[in-house]
């Protein structure tokens, strides 16, 4: 009599990759509040017009490779990388800038590649580098006031979309200013820290509203770590390199950025729970995950302490998207059956 035989696993897991980036999605939503509340409605629109940008590019590029649109397009990951690029540039950034960066990071770092899954960098980087490099002015002089820094009322919502989409310079001039990030680093070298620290850009708890808005996306990664979309390995790691970096190098605040600005300033924790996890481009292996967050720990505070930029989310991601295969390679746990794990290729291993 014929056996009936199954293979394991029996079950199977119900994270499907749109759900699992329709909750990524949801954990961004505290951050992006926080920005809308502090700083005006930029943010929002720029996440408008990036997820409307995204989804448009990404069905042309299907379109044209003759793949069927609708089924692709549901697996949600145009519209994160959208949300992503529309958290990460500043509010009150040129329409233009926005798109460029969106539709690049789309169609050249995902697409070329061949798509979801086979892109070895992040895409939301690499369109947001592009514009950094490229259009060094509108990326640094379009970040908005929040309303504790400028002591007035927010931008209304009609004068925001006329500096995104018209230019107005009027009032590009009256609602932007330096970031904390960018003003501590470039003035440090002319006044001491407690008199830095008392000007308008840092009214508020710390940083004019700065802190809230990443602690805000602290909260969105720890829901993301209990539903177990990400693990607690390259936020943990990322953050306490950034936070030995500082304390080792930056122990002087009369000299170098303190460690409170360096964690609830910038793009830090959207960075450390929203970008540097990304599955496809990140380092996969437990261990690898722990040197993969430390890397960008450590390219993060070097970059804003010695380099051009005073944010530098992107180029530290971007340096640890290349060594991730790498260290995955050499940090493979002990599989069953085998006394030791596997370390790498050895010379005549055939790949």
């Keep these: 009599m014929a056996l009936l035989t199954l293979s394991s696993p029996h079950t199977h897991g119900s994270n499907r990759t749109s759900r699992i980036m329709l909750t990524v999605a949801l954990a961004t939503l505290p951050g992006l509040f926080a920005l809308s509340w502090f700083f005006g ?45 529309g958290l990460a540039l500043p509010p009150l950034a040129p329409w233009w800038i926005t798109v460029l960066a969106t539709s690049f990071a789309v169609v050249f770092a995902k697409q070329l590649y061949g798509g979801m899954g086979n892109n070895p960098f992040n895409p939301a980087m690499v369109g947001y580098a592009l514009v950094l490099i490229s259009f060094p002015v509108q990326m640094t002089t379009n970040w908005a006031m929040s309303f504790q820094v ?16 018209t230019g107005a310079k009027e009032l590009t001039d009256a609602y932007t200013g330096a ?45 993301l770590m209990i539903k177990r979309i990400i693990t607690w390995h390259i936020p943990v790691s990322m953050l306490l390199a950034l936070a030995l970096c500082s304390l080792v190098f930056g122990w002087d605040e009369d000299l170098y950025t303190p460690l409170s600005l360096h964690l609830l300033s910038g793009a830090t924790m959207l960075g450390a729970f929203f970008i540097a996890t990304d599955p496809v481009s990140a380092s996969t292996t437990p261990r690898g995950k722990l040197i993969y967050g430390a890397g960008i720990g450590i390219f993060l505070y070097i970059i804003r302490t010695w380099g051009a930029y005073p944010d530098a989310i992107a180029f530290a991601v971007l340096l640890m998207n290349f060594a991730a295969p790498f260290i995955d390679a050499y940090t493979q746990p002990r599989t069953y059956g085998h006394d030791k794990p596997r370390r790498g290729l050895k010379p005549g291993d055939k790949s």
């Design 150 to 165: 400028s002591g007035t009322e927010l931008i209304s919502i009609t004068d925001t979309l006329k500096v995104i989409f």
């Design 179 to 223: 970031t904390p990030l960018d003003e501590y680093k470039h003035l440090i070298s002319k006044e001491t820290s407690d008199q830095l620290l008392q000007r308008d850009t840092f009214s508020g708890w710390l940083n004019g509203g700065w802190e809230w808005v990443n602690l805000a996306f602290l909260a969105g990664g720890l829901f």
């Design 41 to 85: 409605y930029g943010t929002l629109i720029n996440v408008i017009l990036a997820i409307a940008t995204a989804l448009a590019s990404e069905a042309l590029v299907l379109k044209a490779r003759k793949y069927p649109v609708s089924f692709f397009l549901k697996d949600n990951t145009a519209l994160v990388t959208g949300l992503l690029l």
